[in-house]
């Protein structure tokens, strides 16, 4: 295919933010299951310990996007 040509009639259009969407969702489902997996393995120190490491970068997160 060039560049000013069309897909093909029976290949549907995709989409950039689909694109985006499926490595995002597939981090927080890796992320929530290694979570969980702490919870598993090492009881109520393992669903705290993760929460309280998050603090600084979710602050951190908030504060990049807050500037734009």
């Given amino acids: 295919m060039t560049r000013n040509s069309k897909p093909p009639a029976n290949q549907p259009p995709r989409d950039p933010d689909a694109?985006?969407?499926?490595?995002?969702?597939?981090?927080?489902?890796?992320?929530?299951?290694?979570?969980?997996?702490?919870?598993?393995?090492?009881?109520?120190?393992g669903l705290y310990i993760p929460a309280l490491v998050m603090v600084p970068v979710i602050w951190v997160a908030l504060l990049l996007i807050s500037r734009g």
């Fill in 19 to 45: 694109a985006a969407v499926v490595p995002i969702l597939l981090g927080v489902v890796i992320f929530l299951a290694l979570w969980g997996g702490s919870i598993a393995l090492w009881g109520v120190p």
